[in-house]
């Protein structure tokens, strides 16, 4: 009884999930490419994932507006998109931060 209780609320957490985000997919990782209409990104389980822009997607750097043109190659992202009906992600939201500070070892 207490496996069935458990496993019940683990989907039920997973479909609210998935609900709050409208069904949308988080993919997070690495630009490798950035072209006029889309990105590709190198997710954190090293595949490699295109996704189209669209024109009513946000975009914010370091949690404020930004253009996509402002996005570089080897900045880590999170793109939530969906996939289209021709099976290819479309961005609604583009996210990513200020570059981590350089490191120096002391001498």
Not at 92 to 105: I, R
């Amino acid at each position: 009884m207490t496996h069935r209780l458990i496993t019940a609320l683990l989907a039920l957490a997973v479909a609210a999930t998935l609900f709050a985000h409208g069904g949308e997919e988080h993919i997070t990782g690495v630009v490798k490419a950035i072209a006029a209409d889309s990105v590709t990104v190198e997710t954190l389980k090293h595949e490699t994932v295109m996704v189209l822009f669209t024109p009513k997607m946000e975009v914010t750097k370091s949690k404020v507006a930004a253009k996509i043109t402002d996005l570089k190659v080897g900045d880590r992202v999170v793109i939530h998109a969906m996939k289209n009906k021709d099976g290819k992600y479309e961005a609604h939201e583009v996210a990513w931060g200020a570059a981590p500070a350089a490191t120096t070892a002391a001498h």
